[in-house]
Protein backbone atom coordinates (compact mmCIF):
# COMPACT_ATOMS: atom_id res chain seq x y z
CA UNK A 1 0.00 0.00 0.00
CA UNK A 2 1.46 3.46 -0.99
CA UNK A 3 0.71 6.44 1.21
CA UNK A 4 0.02 10.08 -0.04
CA UNK A 5 2.45 12.27 1.06
CA UNK A 6 1.82 15.85 1.05
CA UNK A 7 4.60 18.24 -0.68
CA UNK A 8 7.43 19.46 1.38
CA UNK A 9 7.26 23.62 2.03
CA UNK A 10 10.22 23.78 -0.32
CA UNK A 11 8.24 21.70 -3.64
CA UNK A 12 9.92 19.44 -4.59
CA UNK A 13 11.26 19.12 -8.31
CA UNK A 14 8.51 17.53 -10.43
CA UNK A 15 8.43 15.69 -14.01
CA UNK A 16 6.29 18.47 -15.46
CA UNK A 17 8.93 21.70 -15.26
CA UNK A 18 6.81 24.53 -16.02
CA UNK A 19 9.58 26.18 -18.62
CA UNK A 20 10.19 24.37 -21.29
CA UNK A 21 13.41 26.44 -21.90
CA UNK A 22 14.85 26.48 -18.79
CA UNK A 23 18.34 29.49 -18.81
CA UNK A 24 21.24 27.04 -18.12
CA UNK A 25 22.53 27.84 -14.42
CA UNK A 26 26.02 27.77 -15.89
CA UNK A 27 26.87 27.01 -19.43
CA UNK A 28 29.95 27.06 -20.32
CA UNK A 29 29.67 27.53 -24.27
CA UNK A 30 27.93 31.04 -23.29
CA UNK A 31 30.49 32.81 -21.47
CA UNK A 32 33.17 34.83 -23.08
CA UNK A 33 36.65 34.02 -23.79
CA UNK A 34 39.44 34.46 -20.99
CA UNK A 35 41.77 37.22 -21.31
CA UNK A 36 44.62 36.72 -19.95
CA UNK A 37 46.99 34.34 -22.19
CA UNK A 38 44.37 31.29 -21.37
CA UNK A 39 44.04 28.78 -24.18
CA UNK A 40 41.06 29.28 -26.11
CA UNK A 41 39.89 25.76 -25.43
CA UNK A 42 41.09 25.86 -22.04
CA UNK A 43 38.74 29.60 -21.61
CA UNK A 44 35.69 28.64 -23.06
CA UNK A 45 35.22 25.80 -20.57
CA UNK A 46 36.22 27.93 -17.62
CA UNK A 47 35.55 31.63 -17.62
CA UNK A 48 32.61 33.97 -16.21
CA UNK A 49 29.48 35.93 -17.28
CA UNK A 50 26.03 35.63 -16.99
CA UNK A 51 22.92 36.71 -15.79
CA UNK A 52 21.77 36.71 -11.86
CA UNK A 53 24.34 37.35 -9.23
CA UNK A 54 24.31 33.93 -8.31
CA UNK A 55 25.28 32.58 -12.09
CA UNK A 56 27.87 35.37 -12.28
CA UNK A 57 29.33 34.47 -8.34
CA UNK A 58 29.82 30.43 -10.18
CA UNK A 59 31.72 32.04 -12.83
CA UNK A 60 33.84 34.37 -11.06
CA UNK A 61 34.40 30.73 -8.89
CA UNK A 62 35.45 28.86 -12.02
CA UNK A 63 37.23 32.09 -12.95
CA UNK A 64 39.55 32.04 -10.34
CA UNK A 65 39.97 28.32 -10.34
CA UNK A 66 41.51 28.70 -13.83
CA UNK A 67 43.25 31.84 -12.25
CA UNK A 68 44.96 29.23 -9.86
CA UNK A 69 45.05 26.61 -12.61
CA UNK A 70 48.52 25.81 -14.12
CA UNK A 71 47.07 27.72 -17.74
CA UNK A 72 48.15 30.95 -15.83
CA UNK A 73 51.00 32.65 -17.22
CA UNK A 74 51.71 35.79 -19.31
CA UNK A 75 54.18 37.10 -22.62
CA UNK A 76 56.64 37.90 -19.98
CA UNK A 77 56.60 34.81 -18.05
CA UNK A 78 59.76 32.55 -18.04
CA UNK A 79 59.39 29.24 -19.99
CA UNK A 80 59.57 27.13 -17.55
CA UNK A 81 56.01 29.40 -16.53
CA UNK A 82 54.69 28.35 -19.31
CA UNK A 83 51.22 26.30 -19.55
CA UNK A 84 51.04 23.25 -18.37
CA UNK A 85 48.61 20.60 -19.70
CA UNK A 86 45.64 20.21 -17.25
CA UNK A 87 45.79 17.03 -15.15
CA UNK A 88 43.08 14.76 -14.33
CA UNK A 89 43.51 15.75 -10.66
CA UNK A 90 43.00 19.04 -11.43
CA UNK A 91 39.73 17.97 -13.26
CA UNK A 92 38.41 16.19 -10.89
CA UNK A 93 38.87 18.14 -8.34
CA UNK A 94 36.64 21.06 -10.74
CA UNK A 95 34.09 17.58 -10.57
CA UNK A 96 34.38 17.14 -6.94
CA UNK A 97 34.00 20.44 -5.93
CA UNK A 98 30.79 21.07 -4.21
CA UNK A 99 30.50 24.77 -3.85
CA UNK A 100 28.06 26.37 -5.39
CA UNK A 101 26.81 23.16 -6.75
CA UNK A 102 23.28 22.47 -7.24
CA UNK A 103 22.63 18.75 -6.76
CA UNK A 104 19.42 16.95 -7.45
CA UNK A 105 18.74 13.87 -4.88
CA UNK A 106 15.22 11.44 -4.89
CA UNK A 107 12.93 12.53 -1.31
CA UNK A 108 12.67 15.67 0.74
CA UNK A 109 15.04 17.17 3.42
CA UNK A 110 16.32 14.44 5.60
CA UNK A 111 15.97 11.81 3.35
CA UNK A 112 19.47 9.40 2.75
CA UNK A 113 19.96 10.68 -0.71
CA UNK A 114 20.33 14.48 0.94
CA UNK A 115 22.97 13.48 2.97
CA UNK A 116 24.45 11.55 0.38
CA UNK A 117 25.02 14.70 -1.91
CA UNK A 118 26.22 16.56 0.69
CA UNK A 119 28.88 13.53 0.91
CA UNK A 120 29.97 13.88 -2.57
CA UNK A 121 29.59 17.55 -2.88
CA UNK A 122 30.71 19.09 0.10
CA UNK A 123 28.77 22.96 0.56
CA UNK A 124 26.62 21.98 -2.37
CA UNK A 125 22.80 23.23 -2.42
CA UNK A 126 20.78 19.98 -2.55
CA UNK A 127 17.53 20.45 -4.37
CA UNK A 128 15.23 17.99 -3.87
CA UNK A 129 13.25 15.81 -6.54
CA UNK A 130 10.02 14.06 -5.98
CA UNK A 131 10.86 10.74 -8.50
CA UNK A 132 14.23 9.81 -9.82
CA UNK A 133 13.51 10.57 -13.18
CA UNK A 134 12.99 13.99 -12.30
CA UNK A 135 16.53 14.06 -10.88
CA UNK A 136 17.91 12.72 -14.26
CA UNK A 137 15.95 15.29 -16.23
CA UNK A 138 17.03 18.13 -14.15
CA UNK A 139 20.48 17.53 -14.86
CA UNK A 140 19.21 17.58 -18.45
CA UNK A 141 17.67 20.57 -18.61
CA UNK A 142 20.40 23.09 -16.86
CA UNK A 143 17.77 23.00 -13.79
CA UNK A 144 20.75 21.51 -11.68
CA UNK A 145 24.70 20.81 -12.20
CA UNK A 146 24.56 17.18 -10.79
CA UNK A 147 22.18 14.19 -9.61
CA UNK A 148 23.40 12.17 -6.64
CA UNK A 149 21.36 8.42 -6.35
CA UNK A 150 21.40 5.45 -4.88
CA UNK A 151 22.54 2.28 -6.98
CA UNK A 152 22.63 -0.29 -4.87
CA UNK A 153 22.23 -1.60 -1.09
CA UNK A 154 24.28 -3.96 0.85
CA UNK A 155 21.09 -5.74 2.34
CA UNK A 156 18.65 -4.47 -0.20
CA UNK A 157 20.53 -5.14 -3.32
CA UNK A 158 20.03 -3.14 -6.44
CA UNK A 159 17.75 -0.24 -7.27
CA UNK A 160 16.92 -1.48 -10.90
CA UNK A 161 14.82 1.53 -11.68
CA UNK A 162 17.99 3.62 -11.40
CA UNK A 163 19.41 0.97 -13.62
CA UNK A 164 17.26 1.43 -16.37
CA UNK A 165 16.68 5.32 -16.23
CA UNK A 166 21.04 5.33 -16.57
CA UNK A 167 20.24 3.96 -20.17
CA UNK A 168 17.62 5.75 -20.89
CA UNK A 169 18.75 9.15 -20.48
CA UNK A 170 22.33 10.52 -21.53
CA UNK A 171 24.22 11.55 -18.45
CA UNK A 172 27.82 10.62 -17.17
CA UNK A 173 28.52 8.57 -14.36
CA UNK A 174 31.23 11.11 -12.84
CA UNK A 175 31.57 10.02 -9.11
CA UNK A 176 30.54 6.99 -6.46
CA UNK A 177 30.16 8.17 -2.91
CA UNK A 178 29.23 5.09 -0.14
CA UNK A 179 27.21 6.15 2.63
CA UNK A 180 26.43 4.07 6.05
CA UNK A 181 22.75 3.91 6.57
CA UNK A 182 21.45 3.70 10.22
CA UNK A 183 17.86 3.54 10.08
CA UNK A 184 15.50 4.62 13.59
CA UNK A 185 11.87 3.84 14.49
CA UNK A 186 10.51 7.38 14.80
CA UNK A 187 6.92 8.11 16.24
CA UNK A 188 5.37 11.22 17.39
CA UNK A 189 6.05 12.16 21.10
CA UNK A 190 3.98 10.41 23.55
CA UNK A 191 3.96 7.06 21.47
CA UNK A 192 5.10 4.30 22.51
CA UNK A 193 5.91 1.06 20.39
CA UNK A 194 3.30 -1.04 21.77
CA UNK A 195 0.80 1.77 20.03
CA UNK A 196 1.94 1.21 16.86
CA UNK A 197 0.10 -1.10 14.10
CA UNK A 198 1.95 0.18 10.79
CA UNK A 199 5.44 1.56 9.75
CA UNK A 200 5.81 4.00 6.58
CA UNK A 201 9.60 4.39 4.78
CA UNK A 202 10.90 3.53 1.17
CA UNK A 203 10.35 0.51 0.17
CA UNK A 204 14.17 -0.39 0.23
CA UNK A 205 14.48 0.97 4.01
CA UNK A 206 11.64 -1.64 4.64
CA UNK A 207 13.55 -4.39 2.82
CA UNK A 208 16.58 -3.15 5.26
CA UNK A 209 14.64 -3.70 8.51
CA UNK A 210 12.63 -6.83 7.83
CA UNK A 211 13.73 -8.79 10.79
CA UNK A 212 13.44 -5.84 13.31
CA UNK A 213 9.94 -4.68 11.85
CA UNK A 214 8.54 -8.80 11.72
CA UNK A 215 9.79 -9.32 15.35
CA UNK A 216 7.77 -5.85 15.90
CA UNK A 217 4.23 -7.17 14.09
CA UNK A 218 4.11 -3.92 12.12
CA UNK A 219 2.30 -3.76 8.61
CA UNK A 220 4.60 -1.84 6.31
CA UNK A 221 3.31 1.13 3.67
CA UNK A 222 5.81 1.98 0.80
CA UNK A 223 6.16 5.47 0.68
CA UNK A 224 8.13 7.71 -1.74
CA UNK A 225 11.12 8.48 0.40
CA UNK A 226 12.23 7.73 4.53
CA UNK A 227 11.99 11.83 5.06
CA UNK A 228 8.83 11.59 3.50
CA UNK A 229 7.42 8.97 6.17
CA UNK A 230 8.71 10.78 8.40
CA UNK A 231 7.15 14.45 7.08
CA UNK A 232 3.49 12.22 6.73
CA UNK A 233 3.45 11.04 10.37
CA UNK A 234 4.23 14.29 11.74
CA UNK A 235 2.07 16.44 9.64
CA UNK A 236 -0.81 13.69 10.42
CA UNK A 237 -0.03 13.56 14.36
CA UNK A 238 -0.37 9.83 13.15
CA UNK A 239 -0.79 7.76 16.56
CA UNK A 240 -0.75 4.22 14.76
CA UNK A 241 2.13 5.09 12.88
CA UNK A 242 5.39 5.14 13.01
CA UNK A 243 8.35 5.80 10.21
CA UNK A 244 11.45 4.16 9.57
CA UNK A 245 13.90 7.49 8.62
CA UNK A 246 17.33 8.78 9.73
CA UNK A 247 18.04 10.75 13.01
CA UNK A 248 18.15 13.67 10.90
CA UNK A 249 14.67 13.21 9.86
CA UNK A 250 13.42 12.95 13.38
CA UNK A 251 15.39 16.40 13.99
CA UNK A 252 13.63 18.08 11.06
CA UNK A 253 10.00 16.98 11.76
CA UNK A 254 10.06 16.81 15.42
CA UNK A 255 10.19 13.17 16.17
CA UNK A 256 10.29 10.66 18.71
CA UNK A 257 13.24 8.19 18.41
CA UNK A 258 11.72 5.16 20.09
CA UNK A 259 14.82 2.73 18.01
CA UNK A 260 18.50 2.99 16.69
CA UNK A 261 20.28 0.97 14.29
CA UNK A 262 17.31 -1.06 13.28
CA UNK A 263 18.63 -2.20 10.34
CA UNK A 264 18.89 -6.18 10.21
CA UNK A 265 22.51 -5.62 9.70
CA UNK A 266 24.81 -2.66 11.00
CA UNK A 267 26.79 -2.98 7.97
CA UNK A 268 24.74 -1.22 6.21
CA UNK A 269 25.54 0.54 3.24
CA UNK A 270 24.54 2.63 0.09
CA UNK A 271 25.99 3.44 -2.87
CA UNK A 272 24.85 6.29 -4.91
CA UNK A 273 26.44 7.42 -8.54
CA UNK A 274 27.11 11.33 -8.75
CA UNK A 275 25.79 11.74 -12.28
CA UNK A 276 26.22 15.40 -14.64
CA UNK A 277 26.00 16.81 -18.61
CA UNK A 278 29.57 15.39 -19.02
CA UNK A 279 31.64 12.92 -18.60
CA UNK A 280 35.21 13.28 -16.76
CA UNK A 281 38.51 12.87 -17.96
CA UNK A 282 39.60 9.41 -17.01
CA UNK A 283 42.60 9.15 -14.95
CA UNK A 284 45.14 6.90 -13.75
CA UNK A 285 46.47 8.71 -10.97
CA UNK A 286 43.99 6.86 -8.62
CA UNK A 287 41.89 4.25 -8.68
CA UNK A 288 38.99 4.54 -10.62
CA UNK A 289 35.93 2.62 -11.97
CA UNK A 290 34.04 2.28 -14.94
CA UNK A 291 30.52 1.50 -15.46
CA UNK A 292 29.44 -0.39 -18.83
CA UNK A 293 26.15 -1.57 -20.21
CA UNK A 294 25.75 -4.33 -23.11
CA UNK A 295 23.75 -6.55 -24.42
CA UNK A 296 24.78 -10.01 -26.58
CA UNK A 297 23.37 -13.10 -28.68
CA UNK A 298 21.49 -15.25 -27.39
CA UNK A 299 23.61 -18.76 -27.60
CA UNK A 300 25.40 -20.84 -25.44
CA UNK A 301 28.35 -19.34 -23.51
CA UNK A 302 27.94 -15.52 -24.85
CA UNK A 303 28.15 -14.50 -21.33
CA UNK A 304 31.23 -16.54 -19.74
CA UNK A 305 32.99 -14.91 -23.45
CA UNK A 306 31.86 -11.66 -22.54
CA UNK A 307 32.98 -11.48 -19.02
CA UNK A 308 36.19 -13.27 -19.82
CA UNK A 309 37.31 -10.68 -22.08
CA UNK A 310 38.20 -8.80 -18.54
CA UNK A 311 39.70 -11.86 -16.91
CA UNK A 312 41.75 -12.72 -19.36
CA UNK A 313 43.35 -8.71 -18.73
CA UNK A 314 43.17 -9.55 -15.00
CA UNK A 315 40.80 -6.74 -14.59
CA UNK A 316 38.98 -7.06 -11.22
CA UNK A 317 34.40 -6.92 -11.62
CA UNK A 318 32.65 -5.13 -8.87
CA UNK A 319 29.30 -6.13 -9.88
CA UNK A 320 27.00 -7.42 -12.25
CA UNK A 321 23.63 -6.47 -12.88
CA UNK A 322 20.94 -8.04 -15.56
CA UNK A 323 18.33 -5.86 -16.29
CA UNK A 324 15.16 -7.53 -18.82
CA UNK A 325 15.06 -5.44 -21.90
CA UNK A 326 11.87 -3.95 -22.21
CA UNK A 327 10.39 -5.14 -25.12
CA UNK A 328 9.01 -8.40 -23.83
CA UNK A 329 5.76 -9.18 -25.50
CA UNK A 330 5.43 -8.90 -29.23
CA UNK A 331 2.39 -8.71 -30.88
CA UNK A 332 1.56 -10.50 -33.83
CA UNK A 333 0.95 -8.52 -37.54
CA UNK A 334 -2.95 -8.60 -37.18
CA UNK A 335 -2.00 -6.96 -33.97
CA UNK A 336 -4.54 -9.29 -32.00
CA UNK A 337 -2.31 -12.17 -30.01
CA UNK A 338 0.73 -11.42 -28.33
CA UNK A 339 3.91 -13.38 -29.14
CA UNK A 340 5.96 -14.32 -26.65
CA UNK A 341 10.14 -14.68 -26.98
CA UNK A 342 11.34 -18.11 -26.47
CA UNK A 343 14.29 -16.05 -24.37
CA UNK A 344 13.88 -12.51 -22.21
CA UNK A 345 16.57 -10.43 -24.57
CA UNK A 346 18.84 -8.98 -21.23
CA UNK A 347 21.11 -5.81 -20.51
CA UNK A 348 24.18 -6.84 -18.57
CA UNK A 349 25.56 -3.70 -16.26
CA UNK A 350 28.68 -4.23 -15.30
CA UNK A 351 31.40 -2.28 -13.50
CA UNK A 352 35.10 -3.02 -13.31
CA UNK A 353 37.99 -1.90 -11.60
CA UNK A 354 40.03 -0.01 -14.28
CA UNK A 355 40.46 3.89 -16.02
CA UNK A 356 38.92 3.91 -19.57
CA UNK A 357 42.56 5.75 -19.58
CA UNK A 358 44.37 2.10 -18.78
CA UNK A 359 44.78 0.48 -21.88
CA UNK A 360 43.72 -3.10 -20.40
CA UNK A 361 40.48 -1.68 -20.31
CA UNK A 362 40.46 0.20 -23.85
CA UNK A 363 41.83 -3.03 -25.18
CA UNK A 364 38.55 -5.23 -23.19
CA UNK A 365 36.21 -2.68 -24.27
CA UNK A 366 37.62 -3.43 -28.11
CA UNK A 367 37.19 -6.90 -27.32
CA UNK A 368 33.70 -6.91 -26.08
CA UNK A 369 32.33 -5.16 -29.32
CA UNK A 370 33.47 -7.31 -31.38
CA UNK A 371 30.95 -9.59 -30.22
CA UNK A 372 28.44 -7.62 -28.10
CA UNK A 373 25.05 -6.36 -29.90
CA UNK A 374 25.02 -3.01 -28.22
CA UNK A 375 27.45 -1.61 -25.64
CA UNK A 376 27.46 2.15 -23.73
CA UNK A 377 29.98 3.51 -21.47
CA UNK A 378 28.52 4.82 -19.00
CA UNK A 379 31.28 6.66 -16.99
CA UNK A 380 34.58 6.17 -15.83
CA UNK A 381 35.24 7.75 -12.27
CA UNK A 382 37.34 7.72 -8.79
CA UNK A 383 36.21 4.70 -6.92
CA UNK A 384 34.70 5.70 -3.41
CA UNK A 385 36.64 2.82 -1.07
CA UNK A 386 36.35 4.94 2.46
CA UNK A 387 33.74 2.63 3.38
CA UNK A 388 34.72 -1.27 3.02
O1 LIG B 1 14.47 7.32 1.27
C1 LIG B 1 15.59 7.82 1.37
O2 LIG B 1 15.93 8.45 2.39
C2 LIG B 1 16.55 7.64 0.31
O3 LIG B 1 17.48 8.38 0.22
C3 LIG B 1 16.35 6.50 -0.64
C4 LIG B 1 17.12 5.24 -0.26
C5 LIG B 1 17.11 4.22 -1.45
O4 LIG B 1 16.52 4.46 -2.48
O5 LIG B 1 17.75 3.17 -1.29
C6 LIG B 1 18.52 5.58 0.00
C7 LIG B 1 19.24 4.96 0.95
C8 LIG B 1 18.68 3.89 1.79
O6 LIG B 1 19.15 2.69 1.22
C9 LIG B 1 17.19 3.87 1.78
C10 LIG B 1 16.49 4.55 0.86
Same mark, same amino acid.
Given at each position: ?108 ? #? +????? *? @?? $?? !? ?8 ? =?? &? ?107 ? #? +????? *? @?? $?? !? ?8 ? =?? &? ?123
Amino acid at each position: MTATIPRSPITPLHSQFQNPNPTPLFNPRLLPQRRRGIPHHAASSSSGGGESNRHKSRAIELQKLIEDSPYEFNSKDSPSSLPRPLTSALLSNLATEGSHLRVAYQGVR #G +AYSES *A @AE $KA !YPNCEPVPCE =QF &DTAFEAVERWLVDRAVLPIENSLGGSIHRNYDLLLRHKLHIVGEVKLAIRHCLLANHGIKIEDLNRVLSHPQALAQCENTLTKLGLVREAVDDTAGAAKHVAFHKLKDA #G +AVASM *A @AA $KI !YGLNVLAQDI =QD &DSDNVTRFLMLAREPIIPGTDKPFKTSIVFSLEEGPGMLFKALAVFAMRNINLTKIESRPLQKQALQTPDGNATVFPKYFPYLFYVDFEASMADERAQNALGHLKEFATFMRVLGSYPADNGLQ
